[in-house]
């Protein structure tokens, strides 16, 4: 299974839901690919946010070498599932779908926690450091939900 992660710049949320899905599939020894995309193109080439791999790095996860991207029409075939972290990055992905297929791979990754609740990962961009630590346990429980999900149906 491929996942993908999408925020809007993918320097915040969607490279610490990446790496911290990386890290449960080393913990649940899960044959998975992760990545993060952004919708923008705002941060193309650029590490995530030093607050970003500061919060993570607490959490014995090293993102530092991820670079982010955008999101590209491509990633439909690549990826099996995309994890959205709000209504917005759920809106432009569904609209660059280009069929049903395409639109039943996206999900807003908290309703894996939260089913049907349609709930948004805060962008902390503009928040302190308890931003960033909030936004680490939100996503922290979400890929803890896949993780258990992908190794029970291993099982």
């Known amino acids: 299974m491929n996942y993908l992660m999408v925020c809007l710049g993918n320097i915040c949320r969607s ?57 590209q029409i491509s990633d439909f075939d690549k990826f099996d599932v995309i994890f959205v972290m709000d209504s917005s990055n759920y809106s432009y992905i569904i609209d660059l779908a280009r069929n049903e297929i395409d639109r039943t791979k996206v999900e807003l990754i908290l309703n894996r926690v939260y089913p049907n609740s349609n709930m948004a990962v805060p962008d902390p961009y503009l928040g302190a450091e308890q931003a960033f630590e909030n936004v680490f346990i939100l996503l922290e429980n979400a890929c803890d939900v896949i993780a258990r999900s992908l190794k029970n149906s291993n099982n």
Do not use: M
Request: charged letters at 20%.
């Open 15 to 71: 490279p610490l839901a990446e790496g911290i899905l990386r890290d449960k599939a080393v913990k649940y020894n899960l044959d998975i690919i992760v990545d993060s995309a952004g919708t923008s193109n705002y941060h193309i080439g650029q590490a995530p946010d030093s607050r970003t791999i500061s919060n993570a790095k607490q959490h014995g996860i090293n993102i530092s070498n991820l670079k982010g991207r955008q999101f």
